[in-house]
T-cell receptor, first 114, second 114 residues
Framework: AQTVTQSQPEMSVQEAETVTLSCTYD???????LFWYKQPPSRQMILVIR??????QNATENRFSVNFQKAAKSFSLKISDSQLGDTAMYFC???????????FGKGMKLTVNP | KAGVTQTPRYLIKTRGQQVTLSCSPI?????VSWYQQTPGQGLQFLFE???????NKGNFPGRFSGRQFSNSRSEMNVSTLELGDSALYLC?????????????FGPGTRLTVL
């Protein structure tokens, strides 16, 4: 069965700093996708970044980038130049095979302080 | 384009009652998935529907059921409510389903069972 593990429950950083959120996963499938979702206090779940397992190149979206280590089954998210609006719960998630079913980690609460 | 809408946003029920939650996907999206979010269990997958067919089901008791209509709108029903069913229920839609497609989440329905 597929699993997603986020070992850091909470982090706090200062505005403009860089922060890295860690995630490890396990799957027996060769075809899978990894995601980072953000859930601010409004509770609206928002996709931050997406990575196809078959692509070696790490995905990047503006200030957000990932470090995808396929052999180690690691998928960390780096947020550069942190902003107050980045304060949220961050969830790492996985889909595999042909299914749209997202398997989520427990989440990590990120607080960006002024 | 309007986002995913969920109704009602808040609901209070008592044990033993039943409840129906509604989800309207983004126009043109044919796939709808449902998730339950609780502080203890985190985000758990309930169902996935595509073109009125249930393609995948999570590990929930038979009291949880769902369906999708020809216009892609979806409903989920919980019968014989238990205190543990108190949760945020999130609906997500995607263009055509399948692993890797971006899923857009609605604001959720907050269900409280007394």
């Amino acid at each position: 069965a597929q699993t997603v593990t986020q070992s850091q429950p909470e982090m706090s950083v200062q505005e403009a700093e860089t922060v890295t959120l860690s995630c490890t996963y396990d799957t027996s499938e060769s075809n899978y996708y990894l995601f980072w979702y953000k859930q601010p206090p409004s509770r609206q779940m928002i996709l931050v970044i997406r990575q196809e397992a078959y692509k070696q190149q790490n995905a990047t979206e503006n200030r957000f980038s990932v470090n995808f280590q396929k052999a180690a089954k690691s998928f960390s998210l780096k947020i550069s130049d942190s902003q107050l609006g980045d304060t949220a719960m961050y969830f790492c998630a996985l889909t595999e095979g042909g299914s749209e079913k997202l398997v989520f980690g427990k989440g990590m609460k990120l607080t960006v302080n002024p | 384009k309007a986002g995913v809408t969920q109704t009602p946003r808040y609901l209070i029920k008592t044990r033993g009652q039943q409840v129906t939650l509604s989800c309207s996907p983004i126009s043109g999206h044919r796939s709808v998935s449902w998730y339950q979010q609780t502080p203890g269990q985190g985000l758990q997958f309930l169902f996935e529907y595509f073109s009125e067919t249930q393609r995948n089901k999570g590990n929930f008791p038979g009291r949880f059921s769902g369906r999708q209509f020809s216009n892609s709108r979806s409903e989920m029903n919980v019968s014989t409510l238990e205190l543990g069913d108190s949760a945020l229920y999130l609906c997500a839609s995607s263009l055509s389903g399948g692993a890797g497609h971006e899923q857009f989440f609605g604001p959720g329905t907050r269900l409280t069972v007394l």
